[in-house]
Each structure stands twice: as C-alpha cells, then as structure tokens.
C-alpha cells in the first residue's frame, strides 16, 4: 500500500493499482492522517478540521468516514480484527504506514539525508521528480492544508536550491539552466536562487549571461525593495568576472550555506512546533544556520539568525543541553560583537535567546545569575520598542527565569496571563498557547483545577488551528494529574485509573521530541500517585528516575526495607535544582527525612517550603502531583 498527497490525494495497491477512497471528505480524512506523520489526531482536531461549523451528527460522520477508508485500504481484514492501516489511538486515529510508502515522508526523509551528506542527492532529485502538483492539491482550502501546503512548499523549494547548489559545488549543474530561470521567475525574491541561475549559467560557458543574470537580481532588489544584493551575490560576481567556468567558487562552499542561514532558520522554527522527529531536526538545523552565520563574519546576520528561533518554550529542563550551551555561547559572542549601541531590537532578541536557552535546571549559580539577568535585559528593551511579538518572546525567557525559589505561582501566573494578552491582541497564536499553558501549570500549582482544565481545552482548541500537536502531549498527562489528584477524594476514579492515564500520557511523550521533559517523568509521576495513598515508592528495576533519582532513591531503598541506606542517600541528595518540580524534590526531601527521624534534614526542607504551602507539590509542572505541599511540611515540623 502506497499513499501519495504530493498533488491529488491517492492511494495505490502494491501493484500500482488506485484505490477507490471515496468522496472529498473521505480523501480529506485520509490527508489529515497523513501530515500527522503518524501521530494520533483527536476525534475533535479531525471535525474542527473537516467542518468550521461542524454538524450535530458531525462525529458519527467522521467514523462512517474512517469505517469506509478502513474497508477501502484494508480489503481483505478479516471481520472484528484490528485494522492496522487507520488504528484508533486514545481519542482519535492514526496513520500506521512505514514512512517510505507515503510521499511526502519519503520526500522529508531524502531532504534531511541530504542536508546530513550531499552524496544522497540522487535521491532528493527522485523525491523532487515525484511531486505531481501542489501538495493535497484536491484538499479544501481549510486552515490545516493551507499551513501544510505552505510548509511543503518552502521544503520543496529548498531542496530544489540544496540539489542544485550541491550540484554545482561537485562540477556538475551545467543543465540546471532552465530548472532554475523557471525557479527564479517563479520566486523572484529568493536570493541565493539567483546565485545558483548565474552559477549554473556560468557553468554551461555563458558568462555574460551569468553576469547579466546578477545585475538583474540587483536592480530588482534594489528598485522594488530598497534592499542591497547580499554580500555572497556581490563575491560570486567577482568570481564569476574572474575566474574560469570549472571549479566552485569560494562564496558558496562549506554545510549550509548553499540553503542560506536566514532559510534554514526559518523551516527549523517552523518544525519545531510540529514535535517528533522535526523537532529533534529543527534543533540540529537550526545550530548548522547560527554556524553559518557565524562564518560569514556578519555580526548583524548572525543576530538575526540567532532571535529568529523564538519558538515558545515551556519546560525548565533542556531537551539538549549542549546544544543549548552553544547557542548561548554564540548569542553572547554576537552581543560582544555588538557592542551596546547594536541596533536595540537585535540585543534584545539575542538577550531573551540567553534567557530561553538558559534552561536552570541545567545552570551553575552564575549561569543562572547572567540568564536571569538577560531575561530583565531583554524584557526592557522590549518594552521599550513596544513590540508585542518581541515582548512575549522575552517574556517567555522571564518565565523560565522564574523559578528561583518554591512558591511563585502566582507570579508565573501573572507573566502567563502577560503573554496570553499581548499574543490574543497581536495575532500571535503560538504565544497565545504558550500562555495558556504557563496559566494551566500556575492554576495547577494552586489546587485549582477547574481553572487548570480551562486553559488546558483553550489551549488544544489553539493548538488544532496553529497545528502544534505537542499540547495534546502534554493536556493528556494534566488529565491524569487531575485524576490522580481525585482518586483521593470519596467516590473518586481508582489510582489504578490514574496510572492507566499517566502510561498513556507517557507512551505519547515518548516520541514527543522531548527528553528534556520525558526522561524520569513517568516514574515520579507514579511515586506521587503512591504518596498520594500513603504507599511505597514503585520499585521496578526498568524504571528510568533520570534527574529526579538523588530525591526518588531514599524512597526506592525504604520500599526495600533498606533504611540506613536510605538514610545515606538522603544525606548525599544535592539541593534540588530551580525548575518546575523544585517543590516536588523539597516535598520528596521532606518526606524522607520525617520518616527516617532526621530532624535537621526535614527542617530545612520545610523552611525552605514555606511561601509554597498553599500550592501542590510536582502539580507547578502541569503534569504530575504529589499531594499538597502542606501536608509534607506538617509531617517534617512535628
């Protein structure tokens, strides 16, 4: 089974027969499926998607739907086995298809090969060839297939400039001529497709062309945009005065710079919100442009390069440390190159980068001091240019400051509330969901789930129309907290209800793109269901504590009945660090040290628990609780 969405939505047996999918809306199931890339779509984000005004029998609908592709892709399934090609998955359906039987994967996979190592440029050429029209090309114009389309489309025409700049650098490209004055033509305002028309041109032994090519991208940028031709098109154009039509001209050699920084770094920041795989990548693409950038010796291109990733960030924990060093490292270089007269817009871009990237769970005490710092820094400058959409991006490095002590809620609350304003104002929905969840882990932090659970619908309902399928994600391990918080309560859902949701929740985050989040999670989310009934900490040998073991292991050894073991590895346990589940670490502390009679130890943990006694242990996350932090201070001041 092949399913193809780049031009009509198709589908085609193993020997290339079609498949009948049935009508439009049918076809547009089977799509919406399909850009998922294999990630589950709620019930609810499929009928907003089908329907802006869904009909009342808008749900059995779309199972009639579902039912009919099932019988049309799996024709020989059995009665009342599973299907394995559409699957249901916890609210909604999947797509379970190997990437390379669906086009548009198989044409992303060749695109990241090859921007790992030109020598698969032969493929991207097959997945480039395979394109038959504009992607979901018979797909409605609804706001998800616009987005998809629109990212699609800046994929393909960076790969068609990553294949020919890879082309021309191996001596080849000679016959790109037409493929890239059609391309030019078409996109007059991408900069290096120019450079690669004149290169090619100048490869096939036209030479007045090429510079003729160059002059022309010259007058219109500076007649119809006011704009100066980049440095790379005027180097290229000595090169091209100079030197013979062999060989590869200096101005656009080296990984990334034939895509071009400022390109690199936009796609990246668009795959970042997608979660998976594309996260992990836009990470990686994102670091290759800031080098790039670095290398052009371009202070202010590199600090546009740099403050151009501002995609909102929620967790106090890197999900790759050291890349997060590096770019750290290189915004404070740029901000040197600056100097404080730089133009006020670019520090404060670079500086709220520092603050976002500054993740303290991962920081030194004078790391942190120079993050908190940037995060004032840039908030002031911000407020200065009066620039909402650099506004909340500061303030979102104002929020991962934040955590300086246990506590603060409310004030992480009033910043939440801060970027939710500015983003529903200024037409900024990824900052928009970012507010809602910052406001979702503050109402969570207080006990107030009624509140929590608002922002929580709010921000999946942003979510299905700005395509960021990581809340989902993350409302589904809310859920469960909320669960577990009321399995305590008479007549309540049974704990075992609660850690049915949170496997779940954790099997979701698994491929989330997330380590930062994922790693030790589950785990903790489980020892605070126990504490919540008073029972031993779980024991399993295959569960992964990842940062949170120095607090978890006093618990873990006490299940054993190994209490002076325990009591060692409570003493060895380090301060927690200043991140969302410092009170949870406290509380766990706590705990402990009530239990095994070490008073000193217990104390200091209760002081230090003291402004954060109305609010609940591990809920500031939005993900996991362990009971009121009230409750573990008593026991450790008796």
Do not use: K
Not at 56 to 70: E, K, P, S, Y
């Amino acid at each position: 089974m092949r399913i193809d969405v780049l031009g009509a939505v198709r589908a085609l047996r193993d020997d290339g027969t079609p498949v009948d999918l049935g009508g439009p809306r049918h076809r547009e199931v089977l799509a919406r499926l399909v850009a998922a890339e294999g990630r589950m779509v709620t019930t609810g984000t499929l009928v907003g998607d089908l329907w802006p005004e869904p009909p009342a029998r808008a749900v059995g609908a779309l199972r009639t739907f579902v039912a009919a592709l099932r019988r049309a892709l799996e024709p020989e399934r059995p009665p009342r086995t599973p299907p394995r090609v559409i699957v249901t998955e916890g609210p909604g359906y999947a797509l379970r298809l190997p990437r390379e039987n669906v086009d548009v994967l198989r044409f992303e996979d060749a695109l990241a090969r090859t921007r790992r190592s030109p020598a698969a440029v032969s493929d991207l050429g097959v997945a480039l060839a395979a394109w038959r029209g504009p992607a979901y090309a018979d797909v409605p114009d609804s706001p998800w297939a616009q987005r998809e389309r629109t990212r699609l489309e800046e994929l393909r025409l960076a790969a068609l400039e990553l294949r020919a700049g890879i082309l021309l650098d191996a001596g080849e490209g000679a016959d790109l001529v037409a493929e890239l004055g059609a391309h030019v033509a078409e996109h007059p305002w991408r900069e290096p497709a120019w450079g690669l028309l004149a290169r090619a041109l100048h490869r096939a032994g036209r030479q007045a062309d090429a510079l003729a090519t160059l002059r022309r991208a010259r007058r219109m940028l500076v007649d119809q945009l006011g704009l100066d031709p980049a440095a790379d098109l005027q180097r290229l154009e000595a090169d091209i005065l100079t030197g013979p039509a062999t060989g590869t001209p200096a101005a656009w050699t080296g990984p990334g710079v034939r895509l071009g920084p400022r390109t690199t770094v936009d796609l990246a920041r668009t795959l970042a919100l997608a979660g998976g795989d594309a996260l992990v990548h836009s990470r990686r693409d994102r670091l290759t442009a800031i080098q790039a950038a670095e290398r052009t010796g371009d202070r202010h291109l590199t600090a546009r390069i740099i403050g151009a990733y501002d995609v909102p960030a929620i967790w106090s924990r890197a999900d790759d440390p050291g890349q997060s060093r590096a770019v750290v490292a290189a915004a404070e270089r740029t901000l040197i190159a600056l100097g404080p007269d730089g133009p006020a817009d670019l520090r404060a871009r670079l500086l709220a980068t520092i603050a976002v990237e500054s993740r303290s769970a991962d920081l030194a005490a004078d790391e942190l001091s120079r993050a908190r710092q940037a995060a004032r820094q840039a908030e002031a400058l911000a407020r200065e240019l009066a620039d909402p959409a650099l506004l909340a991006f500061a303030l979102n490095g104002v929020f991962l400051q934040s955590f300086t002590r246990p506590g603060l809620a409310a004030t992480r609350d009033e910043i939440g509330a801060e970027i939710l304003d500015l983003a529903t104002a200024n037409d900024l929905p990824n900052f928009a969901v970012l507010g809602r969840l910052v406001r979702l882990q503050s109402a969570s932090a207080r006990g107030d789930l009624d509140t929590a659970a608002a922002h929580a619908t709010a921000a999946e309902e942003l979510a299905a129309t700005t395509e960021a399928p990581l809340v989902a994600v993350l409302t589904a391990w809310f859920r469960a907290r909320v669960t577990a918080a009321r399995s305590t309560e008479p007549g309540g859902p049974a704990p075992a209800a609660a850690a049915a949701q949170y496997r779940a929740a954790e099997e979701a985050l698994r491929t989330a793109g997330m380590p930062g989040l994922h790693r030790g999670l589950f785990p903790l989310a489980l020892l605070g269901l126990r504490l919540l009934h008073d029972r031993a900490a779980p024991t399993g040998q295959h569960l992964d504590w990842g940062p949170y073991l120095p607090w978890a292991r006093p618990h873990v050894l006490l299940a054993h009945g190994r209490a002076e073991e325990a009591r060692a590895a409570l003493v060895a346990a380090p301060v927690p660090p200043h991140d969302h589940l410092q009170e949870a670490m406290w509380c766990l502390t706590a705990h402990a040290a009530a239990h095994l009679g070490e008073r000193g130890v217990a104390t200091r943990a209760a002081t230090v628990l003291r402004d954060a006694r109305g609010e609940d242990a591990g809920a500031a996350s939005g993900l996991l609780t362990l009971g009121p932090v009230a409750r573990y201070t008593a026991n450790a001041e008796v």
